[in-house]
Nanobody, 123 residues
Framework: QVQLVESGPGLVKPSQTLSLTCTVS??????????WAWIRQPLGQDPEWMGG???????DYSPPLRSRTSISRDTSKNQFTLHLSSVTPEDTGVYYC???????????????WGQGTQVTVSS
């Protein structure tokens, strides 16, 4: 059974870079045709697809976040990581990693999710 677990700081100061890691167990990041994504949900809002990484290592980003977002992976640890730079309080929310069969840019298209981690941007 594939499981995803997010980890990272719960509190980040404005202008800093947020880094979150998703650890995958029971499945490989390099397995075709899976796509591994980061999705966030601010309080009271719909989930937002941020970007992801394909089984072959190629990455995709949501256009509004492209300039601030980077996603990478460590296949030896079966982990993928989100870096979001220049954060503001508007970046506060629950951050999830998720898996789909192929690129999906809509959050509700993802069938497998981690439990989520709360991130608060505040000084």
């Amino acid at each position: 059974q594939v499981q995803l677990v997010e980890s990272g700081p719960g509190l980040v100061k404005p202008s800093q870079t947020l880094s979150l890691t998703c650890t995958v167990s029971g499945g490989s990041l390099t397995a075709y045709p899976y796509y591994w994504a980061w999705i966030r949900q601010p309080l009271g809002q719909d989930p937002e697809w941020m970007g992801g990484i394909r089984y072959d290592g190629d990455t995709d980003y949501s256009p509004p976040l492209r300039s601030r977002t980077s996603i990478s992976r460590d296949t030896s640890k079966n982990q993928f990581t989100l870096h979001l730079s220049s954060v503001t309080p508007e970046d506060t929310g629950v951050y999830y990693c998720a898996r789909a069969e192929g690129l999906r840019t809509v959050a509700n298209a993802y069938g497998l999710w981690g439990q989520g981690t709360q991130v608060t941007v505040s000084s």
